[in-house]
Nanobody
Framework: QVQLVESGGGLVQAGDSLRLSCTSSGSTFSSDSMAWFRRVPGKGREIVAVINWSGGTTYYADSVKGRFTISRDNAKNTMYLQMDSLKPEDTAVYYC???????????????????WGQGTQVTVAS
């Protein structure tokens, strides 16, 4: 079972930036596609961004497009989420997810991913 560990969450002000990291213990990281999801209290997890095995294909939720950037470093078994121009509505627990398939498509959901981290809290104060 792949272990995913998120880090980098915290409390910031609106307009600030934050970078989340997700480190994988899996030996197949370089052939896994990955994603960031988030959950606010009382709601299910929503997709934030996805990235294919090489980093060459990425998709974003409309709510974060132009502000967030997903990337990965396969040499470090790590995926990142650079979050700029943060808004209070970005406040959530952020989760990274993985699946043992190379490619990604638009509009992916929780059920497309098989491994999950424990989550990291991001709070954006107004």
């Amino acid at each position: 079972q792949v272990q995913l560990v998120e880090s980098g969450g915290g409390l910031v002000q609106a307009g600030d930036s934050l970078r989340l990291s997700c480190t994988s213990s899996g030996s197949t990281f370089s052939s896994d596609s990955m994603a960031w999801f988030r959950r606010v209290p009382g709601k299910g997890r929503e997709i934030v961004a996805v990235i294919n095995w090489s980093g060459g294909t990425t998709y974003y939720a409309d709510s974060v497009k132009g502000r967030f950037t997903i990337s990965r470093d396969n040499a470090k078994n790590t995926m990142y989420l650079q979050m700029d121009s943060l808004k209070p509505e970005d406040t959530a627990v952020y989760y990274c997810a993985a699946r043992k398939i190379l490619w990604v498509v638009r509009n992916m959901t929780e059920s497309d991913f098989s491994s999950w981290g424990q989550g990291t809290q991001v709070t954006v104060a107004s």
